[in-house]
């Protein structure tokens, strides 16, 4: 039985039936971690007890306690969601020391389904960046090609799907986080509904924009996986019920008569040929399955990205402004006295991009430039929502590329902030407008690098995406290749 070439439901199922243990799952899938994550470094803590918890999962799937498709299945967890006991740290300095005393709702509700944890995947510190460059612990690097980035934050998660370092991982997209390093890793990834999966224990960011998701092999298992997770918590005050996602449905989904719109304003100045060209052979394979594809306008694109850096920045200084050096998180060791420590903790605890967008937000917060700016991008984020609102008035999904390109080289963009902001131009308008959206492997550039479709849907249409993206991928193969560059990092 080969494992590399499982997806996390075709696992699930073969453990369900005996041909191989939970434990033998977890073996394998500590092996590859052992392996391969020297030169990834997708994880920054592994737990110690992953064959215990292995072994007690298969004792209740024996038993017949168990029967979600994902019992047994070995999964990562991104750095910033609390698990009890286990580090925390958001890829900080400020939290590297913090053991939550709790777990994240959807901890709790993937191991009620016998999940079995690895570990902690690397991010962007406190989830700001596009790249996995800014995390405390280092960078991650694109199972793809290890010269380039595997994209952020969520650059661990994807990076340890696509090298087969776990079957599937959680998330979380705030700006994009989920779906840009899905592309650039050519794994698949949604963020669902704002509110549609429990935000309690995901250490904040920005409140109104984040949102926890899975990243894995295929639509499939992403499927199975918000089917865990989609629920209302009493611990969430924006969580609301939903009727979840259908199994079912997506794997017997037909895009045959669906209305698809794509953006024409997706398609100006930044995207890439060869970006351009993959999406453009996507949408006629759509074509070719029975859906009617149409351009359309949508000029509000070019205010996304104001607009969302002006919002979630200020979030963010709300936000962090709790790691003040006293309650909890890092403390410089020399100070004079109570502002000393203050400005010395956080000084010396958040990263250069971290205290970039604490200032940004605090800035646009300020006293006479709060009307000019903040409130302003509030007015602009409404007009975003209003746009898509209209937009699916006509059409069943909104299509489009991911990012402008392919996975840029290590070190390409930290020296430019501005150029990796201007990489969120697809992404950040999904968040400001609380939609779900999805990105399908649907193709490769001219250096062999992966490309993402871009599903967008409206709300709770979670089915209605990843069925279109589960039809599609039945089609096509993308999903399933391979990186050629994970053998030599066994080297």
């Known amino acids: 039985m080969d494992l590399n070439k499982m997806t996390a439901l075709e696992l699930g199922a073969a453990i369900k039936k005996g041909e191989i243990s939970a434990v033998e799952a977890a073996k394998f899938s500590l092996g590859q971690i052992d392996k391969y994550d020297k030169k990834f470094s997708c994880y920054v803590t592994v737990e110690s007890d ?57 901890v709790d509700e993937l ?25 405390y612990f280092g960078a991650t690097k694109n199972p793809w090609n290890a010269a380039h980035v595997p994209g952020g934050s969520s650059g661990g998660a994807a990076a340890a799907v696509a090298a087969n370092e776990c079957f599937y991982a959680l998330g979380s997209d705030t700006g994009g986080s989920i779906r840009q390093p899905a592309s650039f890793c050519g794994v698949t990834g949604i963020k669902p509904t704002y509110g549609s999966v429990s935000r309690f224990g995901l250490v904040a960011y920005a409140s109104s924009l984040d949102q926890i998701g899975p990243l894995a092999r295929d639509a499939a298992d992403c499927a199975a996986v918000l089917g865990e997770i989609m629920k209302k918590d009493s611990k969430d005050s924006t969580s609301v019920a939903t009727d979840g996602v259908d199994l079912n449905a997506v794997l017997n989904y037909d895009v045959k008569g669906m209305k698809i719109g794509i953006p024409t304003d997706f398609f100006g100045e930044g995207l890439d040929k060869d970006v351009a060209d ?5 949408a006629k394979k759509l074509e070719e399955m029975g859906a009617t594809v149409e351009k359309f306008d949508m000029p509000i694109v070019k205010y996304a990205i104001p607009t969302y850096y002006i919002i979630a920045a200020a979030e963010a200084s709300s936000n962090l402004s709790r790691y003040d050096g006293i309650k909890y998180g890092y403390r410089a060791e020399n100070f004079e006295d109570l502002l000393d420590l203050y400005t010395k903790s956080r000084s010396e605890g958040f990263g250069m991009e971290v205290k970039r967008r604490i200032m940004l937000g605090c800035f646009v917060l300020s006293s006479g430039y709060y009307d000019a700016y903040y409130r302003k991008a509030l007015k602009a984020k409404a007009l975003i929502k209003g746009a898509f609102d209209k937009a699916f ?3 069943d999904l909104i299509l489009g590329p991911v990012a402008p390109t392919t996975a840029l080289r290590i070190g390409e963009n930290l020296a430019d902030p501005l150029k990796m902001y201007l990489g969120d131009i697809y992404t950040v308008m999904i968040n400001l407008a609380g939609l779900p959206a999805a990105s399908v492997p649907c193709g490769f550039d001219s250096k062999g690098m992966p490309v993402g479709m871009h599903l967008i849907g409206n709300y709770f249409n979670e089915t209605k995406i990843l069925g279109a993206a589960h039809a599609y991928q039945q089609v096509t193969d993308w999903h399933k290749r391979t990186p050629s560059e994970i053998e030599k990092g066994a080297e």
Do not use: H, W
């Open 50 to 106: 992953v064959l215990a918890r292995a072994e007690e999962v298969q004792k209740k799937i024996s038993a017949g306690e168990l029967t979600s498709p994902l019992a047994g299945v070995p999964m990562g967890i991104k750095d910033n969601m609390c698990q009890k006991g286990i580090q925390t740290s958001c890829g900080s300095l400020m939290l590297k020391n913090f053991l939550p005393t709790y777990n994240a709702t959807v």
């Open 393 to 395: 008035e006509k059409y």
């Open 111 to 135: 191991m009620g389904a016998g999940a079995v944890p690895l570990g902690k995947l690397n991010m962007d510190e406190f989830a700001m960046g596009s790249t996995t460059e800014t995390s």
């Open 278 to 282: 993959t999406i453009d052979k996507a």
